[in-house]
């Protein structure tokens, strides 16, 4: 427990808590709420008693909905899902299942910050591959970073903090760099549902032993509901069953019921007005932060016109009471702050004309 502290993003939500009138674009979660024909699925299985244990490996309706989903998208004769406790709920149980003491564990730098966590917490080591300035994969650099401890590598597009998209050859490259060096790749998909300018690709389309963590949480405006799924071979899918048996137990059986509803809900509506935020974003900034235009998820990730990201975080909540998160939580650098453009209008209109007075100070 020594290895790490507690979350910089938590810290900034407990210091917002505080406020009487934040500028908050802290928070990496939805502004709208759950769809309604989703919410009311939640209630009917709550009214109709279906508040009891689910199956560990989750609710068969739900996991029959998914697997045809992913048959269709992948091909994979071995590909098997089950429902996790959200994303993270399944990069806990992936981690349990595949590291042990002293494997390595590859992490690209900005990195969401259970990346660097979870490893460690099951005494494995993290190695990390710097790729500022523009957050693209360097191949060659990967290839260099695998030794014979590398057990995986942990992937995310369109990523948190940065907002980028990696492109289909760095995708299929790492993919197959991968299965080269029989290395599990981890691929986080929670995002995939936001991408504005070229369609989601997975790794899992260029290797099937890729394993894909994917969740409602973003798309559907429901994280407080912890319903995720995992999928990916058979024999590692197994296992991480296994795990969640004497652990999570099972993700939450009425909400569960709720997903099944969320497969057959229309978000185009949502993804593309949060299309719009960024684009509000990338307009309102341009002109006084170095920035690389986020092509999905959330999130901005710009460079401090002056100072350490610390620095230039704290002026933001003292003077302004902005919430943005400092770098250096997401990385090993101190050179860019994160904001999550999942805010309505009135809120981004203030965080920029905060932002745009904070870069003419010194």
Request: hydrophobic share 40%; net charge negative.
């Amino acid at each position: 427990m020594r290895l790490f502290d507690a979350s910089g993003i938590r810290r900034v939500f407990e210091l917002g808590a505080s406020l009487p009138d934040p500028i908050n674009l802290s928070i990496g979660q939805p502004d709208f709420d759950v769809p309604e024909p989703v919410r009311q699925a939640a209630i009917e299985a709550i009214q109709s008693r279906k508040n009891t244990y689910a199956l560990s490996q989750g609710l068969p309706e739900l996991r029959e909905k998914l697997q045809a989903q992913i048959q269709a998208q992948y091909g994979h004769p071995d590909r098997e899902v089950f429902i996790t406790c959200g994303t993270s709920g399944g990069l806990v149980l992936a981690m349990m299942a595949v590291v042990n003491p002293g494997d390595e564990v590859i992490v690209f730098d900005p990195y969401f910050v259970m990346y660097e966590v979870l490893p460690k917490l099951m005494g494995g080591q993290v190695v990390y591959i710097d790729t500022y300035p523009d957050f693209r994969v360097d191949l060659d650099r990967v290839a260099d970073a695998i030794t014979p401890r590398t057990k995986a590598i942990i992937w995310n597009s369109p990523a948190n903090p940065t907002g980028v998209m990696a492109s289909e050859e760095e995708i299929r490259g790492l993919a197959e760099l991968a299965a080269q060096h029989q290395v599990l790749l981890i691929s986080d998909e929670i995002y995939r549902a936001f991408c504005y300018d070229r369609a989601f690709v997975s790794p899992a389309q260029f290797n099937p032993d890729v394993l894909v963590l994917e969740a409602f949480s973003k798309s559907h405006g429901m994280p407080g509901w912890r319903v995720g799924f995992a999928h990916g071979p058979r024999s590692l899918i197994q296992e991480m069953i296994k795990l969640q048996q004497y652990s999570f137990v099972c993700a939450p059986h009425p909400f569960q019921w709720a997903a099944v509803k969320a497969l057959e809900t229309d978000i185009s509506g949502l993804i593309a007005e949060y299309c719009r935020k960024r684009d509000r974003i990338v307009e309102g900034l341009k002109d006084c932060y170095e920035m690389v235009r986020p092509s999905g998820a959330f999130y901005a990730f710009p460079k401090v016109p002056w100072g350490t990201d610390e620095e230039f975080v704290q002026r933001a909540i003292r003077e302004y009471q902005l919430l943005i998160i400092p770098g250096r939580v997401f990385s090993r650098r101190g050179t860019h702050f994160r904001l999550s453009f999942a805010a309505p209008d009135q809120v981004l209109d203030r965080g920029i004309e905060a932002l745009q007075r904070l870069a003419r100070r010194k």
